[in-house]
């Protein structure tokens, strides 16, 4: 099993920063990539980004590109989502998942094993 917390959340104005963490736990080494979605009231969870555990190349959704960064630090089982100049629609609940599948498909959330229990994201205009 793995366990996903995250953290870093909160209210912040149009053009802020915020950099949520995913705290990884359990069974890490079974891991192949690491993702961030978000979901607002009443929409669909979207893909945000995400990136494979080993290292490599980084995925972003085109309305995120330039302004979100993903990262990760292996000695201290985290992932974070570095975000810049928000904007009132990145408003929304941003879960971190992870997946021990290889392969493709890394926007895709039904290839994720297991979730967080989200953090709320709000921006203010």
């Known amino acids: 099993q793995v366990q996903l917390v995250e953290s870093g959340g909160g209210l912040v104005q149009a053009g802020g920063s915020l950099r949520l963490s995913c705290v990884v736990s359990?069974?890490?080494?079974?891991?192949?990539?690491m993702g961030w979605f978000r979901q607002a009231p009443g929409q669909e969870r979207e893909f945000v980004s995400a990136?494979?555990?080993?290292?490599?190349?980084?995925y972003s959704a085109d309305s995120v590109k330039g302004r979100f960064t993903i990262s990760r630090d292996y000695d201290r089982n985290t992932a974070y989502l570095q975000m810049n100049n928000l904007k009132p629609e990145d408003t929304a609940v941003y879960y971190c998942?992870?997946?021990?599948?290889?392969?493709?498909?890394?926007?895709?959330?039904?290839?994720?094993?297991?979730w967080g229990r989200g953090t709320q994201v709000t921006v203010s205009s």
């Open positions: 359990g069974r890490t080494f079974s891991m192949y990539a």
């Open positions: 998942a992870a997946r021990t599948r290889g392969g493709s498909g890394l926007s895709n959330p039904s290839q994720y094993d297991y």
């Open positions: 990136a494979t555990y080993s290292g490599g190349p980084t």
